[in-house]
Each structure stands twice: as structure tokens, then as C-alpha cells.
């Protein structure tokens, strides 16, 4: 089981006591580290990129190769083209610096789906047999009817995706989508059915175009779905329908994906609303001396989605048990995969 440390360099925090205790004594009150400084991450903080730029990742996905992370979501831009949907993509080796590498998506309207047409929650995955990297979404219309999934590609993880095509996967609706990449590098495609009162964890054909085959439908009304496989079990992460506002999300153990499926536990204390965020990924980082599981929520401010906030923090989890700690300003090694907090933080 995870389970956190809170450490810290003596000479640094000595000194960092003693410059809080000065600036205390002329009157003005310390500031909290800044989002990335000495690898720190801020849940729920405002999360600049190397450009001193406000992340655009909401709604997001991670893929890692070799030692590096890129993160693709959801550009909500102030100045982007309100007749077109963009797709920001980051970079990074310690998940808490993050480089831009290019609005990977920037396109009107593929299939005349109308106005406020919708495109969300991408996920990249790599198909080392064709050399491409595949992107999926969640498209859709004006009043959430169209309920498909789009397929775009790349040639390069940070290139430009060019659409290819939608459809509905199983042939049913499919809405908010999550990805699931195995241990073994088998790749899923998690989406959420309003009809079937439930969602679907689908495998991925071989070239990644299509979904495959069905391995489980769980029969929760959730959206938001998030899978890690961690020790002997699996673990599903999901949110209630309530849209923008924040719930209290939940999750369930399988001994393998195709089930059986325990039923659904809160993740956090059901009055925090999971600390004002909605699921949207699992990071599993396995490291030389342990490995730990990184919850990655969205606190959406539909009134100012370029303003959305991420909450990142590291679950407590094993011997099927997942819960998420209140969060706090904390850092991880991802080569050992030690997590700490940080001392006296308040994000």
C-alpha cells in the first residue's frame, strides 16, 4: 500500500522558517511556492507552462515514452477562434515542469454538426505496429445528441492531427471517454453510455482505429471514467452526472477487466465533493523503489473554462482500498516513485 512520507532538507527548511519569520515581523505574509518550483505541485493552483502561460489541458490524457510525459487536453484559450476546437500538448520528465509543444488540434467544425459543437476529453495513444499516434475525443452537437467518438492522427506525438473519422463505439453513445494502457501495452478505450445507464472499457483494434471488442460494462451512471492497474487488482475511477458541478466520486476493484466488479465506494468524505473536482485520469508511476498512483481531476469553472484549475494528488491505495487525501503541495521523484508532502502547505 502507498503510503506518504513528509521529508524535507533541514538547511532548507531552516532557512525557509527564517525568511517567513522576517518578512513576518516588517508585516508581509510569505507566499506559498510557485506552481513547478523544487518539482512542487499545487492542487487546485494556477499551473504555468515554460512560456508563463496558464496550462490548457483540461480534460486531458497522459502518454509517456521512455522518460517523457506529454499531456494533451483541452484548449480553452481566451483568444482562440470561438468557431473552432483546439487541443494543447505539454511535455515533461518530472510531471511537475511542463513544456508547451504545440496546439496539436485546431479545427472547425469536421462534420456540420452545428454551432457550440463540441470537441473534449482527448486521449492519445501510440501503435508501435503502424508508427502513428491516434487521438480520441469525445465529438458531439448542440445538446449532447450526437454522442460519438472522433479519431484524429499524427505522424509525431507533438505534430498536427489531421480528423480521419467518427463513430460510436459498439455502436452505442458514447460521451465523456477515458484510455486505459495495460501493463502488458494493450490499449482501451473507456466511454460513458447515458442509454445503457453505465460505461464501457473496450479494447482497441490492432491499429487502433476502431475499438475491438467489448471486455466490460459496468452498470454505474457515471462519466469521467478512469482505470489503473496496481499490484493484483484494477481499479475504476468515476464521477455522477451532475455537469460542471463537482461530486462525490467513486470507485470500484476487479481482479481483471473483464470483472466481476465490486460495488462502488466514495473516494474521498462525500461533503468535500472530491475537493471541488471531477476524475479524469490515473497516472501510475513506477519507480526504482515503489510505485505510486496519481489522481488527476478537473476543477471546471464553466464561467471561465481558460481558467480551470487541476487537482493532482497522490491516492492511498492497495489491498483494494483507494482514497484521496485532502490535498496538499507535495512532490514526486518519478525515477524512485516517492511521493512527499509538503510541510505546512495550504494550496
Same mark, same amino acid.
Given at each position: 500500500?502507498?503510503?506518504?512520507?513528509?521529508?524535507?532538507?533541514?538547511?532548507?527548511?531552516?532557512?525557509?522558517?527564517?525568511?517567513?519569520?522576517?518578512?513576518?515581523?516588517?508585516?508581509?505574509?510569505?507566499?506559498?511556492?510557485?506552481?513547478?518550483?523544487?518539482?512542487?505541485?499545487? %492542487?487546485?493552483?494556477?499551473?504555468?507552462? +515554460?512560456? #508563463? $502561460?496558464? @496550462?490548457?489541458?483540461? &480534460?486531458?490524457?497522459? !502518454?509517456?515514452?521512455?522518460?517523457?510525459?506529454?499531456?494533451?487536453?483541452?484548449?480553452?484559450?481566451?483568444?482562440?477562434?470561438?468557431?473552432?476546437?483546439?487541443?494543447?500538448?505539454?511535455?515533461?520528465?518530472?510531471?511537475?515542469?511542463?513544456?508547451?509543444?504545440?496546439?496539436?488540434?485546431?479545427?472547425?467544425?469536421?462534420?456540420?454538426?452545428?454551432?457550440?459543437?463540441?470537441?473534449?476529453?482527448?486521449?492519445?495513444?501510440?501503435?508501435?505496429?503502424?508508427?502513428?499516434?491516434?487521438?480520441?475525443?469525445?465529438?458531439?452537437?448542440?445538446?449532447?445528441?450526437?454522442?460519438?467518438?472522433?479519431?484524429?492522427?499524427?505522424?509525431?506525438?507533438?505534430?498536427?492531427?489531421?480528423?480521419?473519422?467518427?463513430?460510436? %463505439?459498439?455502436?452505442?453513445?458514447?460521451? +465523456?471517454? #477515458? $484510455?486505459? @494502457?495495460?501493463?502488458? &501495452?494493450?490499449?482501451? !478505450?473507456?466511454?460513458?453510455?447515458?442509454?445503457?445507464?453505465?460505461?464501457?472499457?473496450?479494447?482497441?483494434?490492432?491499429?487502433?482505429?476502431?475499438?475491438?471488442?467489448?471486455?466490460?460494462?459496468?452498470?454505474?451512471?457515471?462519466?469521467?471514467?478512469?482505470?489503473?492497474?496496481?499490484?493484483?487488482?484494477?481499479?475504476?475511477?468515476?464521477?455522477?452526472?451532475?455537469?460542471?458541478?463537482?461530486?462525490?466520486?467513486?470507485?470500484?476493484?476487479?481482479?481483471?477487466?473483464?470483472?466481476?466488479?465490486?460495488?462502488?465506494?466514495?473516494?474521498?468524505?462525500?461533503?468535500?465533493?472530491?475537493?471541488?473536482?471531477?476524475?479524469?485520469?490515473?497516472?501510475?508511476?513506477?519507480?526504482?523503489?515503489?510505485?505510486?498512483?496519481?489522481?488527476?481531476?478537473?476543477?471546471?469553472?464553466?464561467?471561465?473554462?481558460?481558467?480551470?484549475?487541476?487537482?493532482?494528488?497522490? !491516492?492511498?491505495?492497495?489491498?483494494?482500498?483507494?482514497?484521496?487525501?485532502?490535498?496538499?503541495?507535495?512532490?514526486?521523484?518519478?525515477?524512485?516513485?516517492?511521493?512527499?508532502?509538503?510541510?505546512?502547505?495550504?494550496?
Amino acid at each position: 500500500m502507498i503510503r506518504f512520507r513528509l521529508i524535507g532538507r533541514f538547511h532548507s527548511i531552516c532557512w525557509t522558517a527564517v525568511a517567513a519569520f522576517a518578512l513576518s515581523m516588517i508585516g508581509i505574509t510569505p507566499l506559498a511556492p510557485a506552481q513547478g518550483v523544487d518539482n512542487v505541485i499545487q %492542487p487546485g493552483e494556477r499551473w504555468l507552462d +515554460d512560456r #508563463g $502561460q496558464l @496550462i490548457q489541458a483540461h &480534460g486531458g490524457g497522459i !502518454l509517456r515514452l521512455k522518460d517523457t510525459y506529454y499531456w494533451f487536453g483541452e484548449d480553452r484559450s481566451q483568444t482562440n477562434d470561438p468557431d473552432k476546437r483546439y487541443v494543447a500538448c505539454y511535455s515533461s520528465r518530472d510531471l511537475a515542469h511542463w513544456k508547451f509543444r504545440n496546439q496539436v488540434v485546431a479545427i472547425a467544425d469536421p462534420e456540420n454538426l452545428g454551432p457550440k459543437w463540441i470537441l473534449e476529453r482527448p486521449k492519445v495513444f501510440y501503435n508501435a505496429k503502424t508508427r502513428k499516434f491516434v487521438m480520441y475525443a469525445h465529438l458531439d452537437g448542440p445538446g449532447y445528441k450526437i454522442a460519438r467518438v472522433a479519431v484524429l492522427t499524427s505522424d509525431t506525438v507533438d505534430g498536427n492531427y489531421t480528423y480521419v473519422k467518427s463513430f460510436r %463505439p459498439l455502436g452505442q453513445e458514447s460521451r +465523456d471517454i #477515458g $484510455q486505459f @494502457i495495460d501493463d502488458d &501495452g494493450a490499449a482501451y !478505450l473507456i466511454f460513458e453510455s447515458r442509454p445503457t445507464k453505465g460505461f464501457f472499457i473496450a479494447r482497441l483494434s490492432d491499429d487502433y482505429m476502431d475499438v475491438d471488442k467489448q471486455v466490460a460494462f459496468i452498470e454505474a451512471p457515471l462519466e469521467g471514467g478512469a482505470v489503473v492497474h496496481y499490484e493484483d487488482l484494477y481499479y475504476v475511477v468515476g464521477s455522477h452526472l451532475t455537469g460542471w458541478r463537482p461530486n462525490s466520486n467513486v470507485y470500484a476493484t476487479a481482479p481483471s477487466l473483464s470483472g466481476p466488479w465490486s460495488a462502488m465506494k466514495d473516494i474521498a468524505p462525500p461533503e468535500m465533493n472530491t475537493y471541488d473536482s471531477q476524475s479524469s485520469m490515473l497516472i501510475k508511476v513506477a519507480g526504482k523503489k515503489t510505485t505510486s498512483v496519481i489522481y488527476v481531476g478537473d476543477r471546471w469553472k464553466p464561467q471561465e473554462l481558460w481558467d480551470s484549475r487541476y487537482v493532482w494528488m497522490p !491516492l492511498d491505495i492497495g489491498a483494494g482500498n483507494l482514497s484521496l487525501p485532502k490535498p496538499q503541495n507535495w512532490r514526486i521523484n518519478v525515477r524512485t516513485g516517492v511521493v512527499s508532502i509538503v510541510p505546512d502547505s495550504k494550496p
